[in-house]
């Protein structure tokens, strides 16, 4: 499951596995307009609309993702607050770099983030 050279290439033909890593993520959020005590504002740029987990449940394997499931989340995360897809401009991937798990991601994606844009 570890990639034989030690890079990992989501996304790519050439995926051969995942790199082992470790990352934590912090969300410091603050109200638009609120003095943040350095006599600054916030101003507010971006809002996250939506949130949602659930878990993959029975796939094929441990390492083998759920397809249907993702799908179901993404559709929930846009469903608490009635946001549009194709109001959606950024997706952010899990993208493992695997053969197995990047073509389920991006099947379940597309199929919740697909659009048809008419460009003028």
Request: charged residues 15%; hydrophobic residues 45%.
């Amino acid at each position: 499951m570890l990639t034989a050279d030690g890079r990992c290439k989501t996304l790519d033909a050439a995926a051969d596995g995942y790199m082992r890593g470790e990352a934590c993520v912090v969300h410091l959020l603050e109200g638009a307009g609120m003095d943040v005590g350095d006599h600054s504002t916030v101003h507010a740029t971006a809002a996250i609309l939506g949130t949602a987990v659930n878990q993959d449940g029975r796939s094929s394997s441990l390492t083998a993702p759920n397809g249907p499931s993702q799908q179901a989340v993404a559709k929930e995360a846009l469903a608490w607050q009635s946001v549009p897809v194709y109001d959606v401009t950024v997706l952010e991937m899990h993208g493992t770099g695997t053969a197995l798990g990047d073509p389920i991601e991006v099947g379940a994606a597309f199929a919740v983030f697909q659009v048809t844009r008419v460009l003028s």
